[in-house]
């Protein structure tokens, strides 16, 4: 009976009760980050690993979409976690961004969208083509995913391919956001992403929001802002380019 | 007042949100084009303003910076919300699509990069 009650606390207050979960999560990743690694993988890169496979935990069990979110009890982490919150919470960390840093890579900035679309776009389609698609609007479909999650089923549906094939790109996007989300700390130093100009030129290619976002948070969360301010536009850009030009382009080389 | 901050934020986010919404429909694609990447260049300009008539207090800051400070645990959240599973079970292709996007595009990074070095040694 007290189990009873205190399930229906918690998911009474689904919200809440996620703030505390995630308060569990991140500083059980901190102690981690701390006591295993002396402090040389962050702790918000550990936290945002763990919750990726929480995710899987999650999804496996419940085989729901939304990962630990689709358990009743911690639904609110799917409030938290989702684009309401988050969109909130990056808009917040512009407050006290450089504007020089904006204005200095403003044109390396915009340009970084334009080529990062186009090359994950190109990417994906050979890709595509290498699997053994023949189809334009199945190979552009597939690479519009490479761009973002979104951009994928946006370009599908205008182009009307079959829900395999938007399913598939939906896929590769989710891949690229994951694989961005843990990779970006490790890549960093290689890559020299440590300015406000280089974050600037990052999020424009990466373009993934979410990642981008996860990504920087684990790197160094003074770059966030930067970011996450040109990948924002990515996704429309692609929206806009992928069932347009570049499927025009797909289907003149095809 | 804490609320005068979170409300500005509110305030920037809805604006931004609705003008990507506008230029989304306005280009004809179903997506919001820059919508958070317009709120926050409107969060810069109004906290770079030094007005008499604008300023932003101690207190108003807080309400922002709080926001500001939950976002790797909003992120975390939002990880843990992901549909992993999809991502890893679809299949080779969608995997190899998305690991070799994402190579390419880390690669080229240092190229774009080094564009800036270039500006600043002409000044």
């Given at each position: 009976m007290i189990l009873d009650s205190l399930v229906d606390v918690l998911t009474k207050n689904a919200l809440i009760t996620a703030f505390a979960f995630v308060g569990i999560l991140v500083w059980f990743s901190y102690e981690l980050s701390a006591r295993l690694t002396r402090g040389h993988i962050h702790g918000s890169a550990i936290a945002i690993a763990l919750g990726l496979v929480l995710a899987y935990v999650g999804g496996s069990i419940t085989e729901g979409k939304q990962?630990?979110?689709d358990f009743s009890l911690?639904?609110?982490?799917?409030v938290m976690g989702g684009a309401m919150f988050r969109d909130f919470a990056i808009v917040a960390t512009a407050f006290g961004a450089e504007l020089e840093a904006l204005k200095r890579a403003g044109f390396v900035g915009a340009a970084s969208v334009l080529i990062g679309v186009v090359l994950s776009f190109v990417v994906g389609a050979v890709v595509a083509v290498s699997f053994g698609y023949t189809d334009p609007v199945a190979i552009s479909t597939i690479g519009a995913g490479a761009a973002t999650y979104i951009v994928g089923p946006v370009t599908g549906t205008a182009l009307g391919a079959d829900s395999g094939v938007i399913a598939l790109s939906v896929?590769?996007?989710?891949?690229?956001?994951?694989l961005v989300m843990i990779g970006t700390p490790f890549v960093a130093p290689?890559?020299?992403l440590n300015s406000p100009?280089?974050?600037?030129?990052?999020?424009?290619?990466?373009?993934?929001?979410?990642?981008?976002?996860?990504g920087l948070a684990a790197t160094d969360p003074k770059l966030v802002p930067y970011g996450a301010m040109t990948a924002t536009f990515y996704t429309g850009v692609g929206c806009?380019?992928?069932?347009?030009?570049?499927?025009?382009?797909v289907r003149a080389i095809v | 007042m804490v609320i005068y901050g979170v409300a500005l934020l509110s305030f920037c986010m809805l604006v931004g949100v609705f003008v990507g919404d506008i230029l989304g429909d306005l280009i004809g694609v179903q997506a919001n084009v820059g919508g958070v990447g317009i709120a926050m260049l409107l969060?810069?300009?109004?906290?770079?303003?030094?007005h008499h008539k604008f300023q932003i207090g101690s207190a108003t800051e807080n309400g922002i910076h709080f926001w500001s400070a939950m976002y790797i645990p909003i992120v975390v959240a939002m990880a843990a919300k992901q549909n992993v599973i999809a991502a890893i079970s679809s299949g080779w292709m969608a995997i190899v699509a998305g690991v070799a996007a994402v190579a390419v595009s880390f690669a080229m990074l240092p190229l774009l990069d080094r564009i800036h070095i270039g500006e600043k040694d002409d000044s």
């Amino acid at each position: 009976m007290i189990l009873d009650s205190l399930v229906d606390v918690l998911t009474k207050n689904a919200l809440i009760t996620a703030f505390a979960f995630v308060g569990i999560l991140v500083w059980f990743s901190y102690e981690l980050s701390a006591r295993l690694t002396r402090g040389h993988i962050h702790g918000s890169a550990i936290a945002i690993a763990l919750g990726l496979v929480l995710a899987y935990v999650g999804g496996s069990i419940t085989e729901g979409k939304q990962g630990l979110a689709d358990f009743s009890l911690l639904a609110g982490v799917g409030v938290m976690g989702g684009a309401m919150f988050r969109d909130f919470a990056i808009v917040a960390t512009a407050f006290g961004a450089e504007l020089e840093a904006l204005k200095r890579a403003g044109f390396v900035g915009a340009a970084s969208v334009l080529i990062g679309v186009v090359l994950s776009f190109v990417v994906g389609a050979v890709v595509a083509v290498s699997f053994g698609y023949t189809d334009p609007v199945a190979i552009s479909t597939i690479g519009a995913g490479a761009a973002t999650y979104i951009v994928g089923p946006v370009t599908g549906t205008a182009l009307g391919a079959d829900s395999g094939v938007i399913a598939l790109s939906v896929a590769a996007g989710l891949t690229k956001s994951v694989l961005v989300m843990i990779g970006t700390p490790f890549v960093a130093p290689r890559i020299g992403l440590n300015s406000p100009h280089a974050a600037l030129i990052y999020g424009g290619l990466m373009g993934t929001t979410s990642g981008v976002a996860g990504g920087l948070a684990a790197t160094d969360p003074k770059l966030v802002p930067y970011g996450a301010m040109t990948a924002t536009f990515y996704t429309g850009v692609g929206c806009l380019l992928a069932p347009s030009v570049l499927f025009l382009a797909v289907r003149a080389i095809v | 007042m804490v609320i005068y901050g979170v409300a500005l934020l509110s305030f920037c986010m809805l604006v931004g949100v609705f003008v990507g919404d506008i230029l989304g429909d306005l280009i004809g694609v179903q997506a919001n084009v820059g919508g958070v990447g317009i709120a926050m260049l409107l969060l810069i300009i109004l906290s770079n303003l030094s007005h008499h008539k604008f300023q932003i207090g101690s207190a108003t800051e807080n309400g922002i910076h709080f926001w500001s400070a939950m976002y790797i645990p909003i992120v975390v959240a939002m990880a843990a919300k992901q549909n992993v599973i999809a991502a890893i079970s679809s299949g080779w292709m969608a995997i190899v699509a998305g690991v070799a996007a994402v190579a390419v595009s880390f690669a080229m990074l240092p190229l774009l990069d080094r564009i800036h070095i270039g500006e600043k040694d002409d000044s």
